[in-house]
């Protein structure tokens, strides 16, 4: 999803508040990206963030999730459309508000099991009985207009792999 020319390494800008990042850095260098850590602390350091996410020439965002991105991803998706950038986030509410994309856990399964886990404690199970579960069922979802407004075109084998295209 970063773009830039073929002659540079590509940049993809992360705006996170926590050491999610460090984890790309791997992966991001065998696949010739540079990644940089663009940490905000409050809402009055978003558009600072994107100033310089565009003065690094970023490609690309990675949106992390945190309460203070969850309270404010319509600034986020806004000051991303703005300047211009791609951005994929953790939820699929991201891209139905604007975002370009999201890849991460099935937000209806996610509170499926917590009830169906609610439950086995309201008859009687102990917390500490019932087993942790990973989350099994995960969702890529593709906004093609928001993709449309920002000159991208979305391979055919990307959109036959999303859960959901918002059209």
């Not at 963030?49 to 690309?60: D, L, N, P």
């Not at 099994?136 to 295209?165: D, H, Q, S, Y």
Request: charge should be positive; charged fraction near 25%.
């Amino acid at each position: 999803m970063a773009q830039g020319n073929d002659s540079e390494a590509q940049s993809c800008g992360d705006i996170v508040e926590s050491p999610q990042w460090k984890e790309s850095q791997r992966p991001a260098k065998e696949l010739g990206l540079q990644v940089h850590s663009l940490a905000v602390n409050n809402v009055n350091e978003f558009e600072s963030g994107f100033r310089e996410a565009v003065k690094a020439r970023s490609g690309a965002l990675a949106i992390t999730g945190s309460a203070l991105v969850a309270n404010n991803r319509r600034k986020i998706i806004s000051l991303a459309a703005k300047a211009g950038l791609p951005a994929i986030y953790n939820g699929a509410v991201d891209v139905v508000n604007g975002g370009l994309m999201s890849y991460g856990l099935d937000e209806n399964e996610r509170f499926i099991r917590a009830a169906a886990m609610l439950d086995k404690i309201l008859k009687g199970a102990k917390p500490a009985d019932i087993p942790v579960e990973q989350p099994m069922k995960f969702e890529l979802v593709i906004n093609f207009k928001t993709a449309k407004a920002l000159g991208l075109t979305i391979p055919p084998i990307v959109l036959m792999r999303a859960t959901r295209v918002i059209k």
